[in-house]
């Protein structure tokens, strides 16, 4: 697990599953800096999984579950961190996990 660092955002994809939560997470760091640190909020069983193949699609450095030192033990939620890159990969608008075609 990496330590817990202050992250400049904080994505909420709890009760989101695979599709639906990288398409609004997409979304959440379309218009954020290279070098932004995130952290994603999943309840998704798939996300273990699902974030390091996107991050390694897109570029983005995915950083691994972060360790949680917080209360909130009751959404049954992880946490997991990536780095954005300066030019991430294109993802299909539909189907974030697929690159453009052409």
């Known amino acids: 697990m990496t330590n817990r660092q202050e992250p400049a955002i904080t994505f909420d994809g709890r009760g989101l599953l695979c599709v639906t939560l990288l398409l609004r997470l997409r979304a959440a760091i379309a218009d954020a800096p290279a070098g932004t640190l995130v ?20 570029g983005h450095d995915y950083l691994g579950p972060v360790a949680d030192d917080t209360d909130d033990t009751d959404d049954d939620a992880d946490t997991y961190a990536l780095r954005l890159t300066a030019d991430p990969a294109p993802t299909r608008a539909d189907a974030p996990w697929h690159r453009p075609a052409g």
């Open 39 to 58: 952290h994603v909020r999943a309840t998704d069983p798939a996300a273990p999984l699902d974030l390091p193949a996107w991050c390694h699609l897109t």
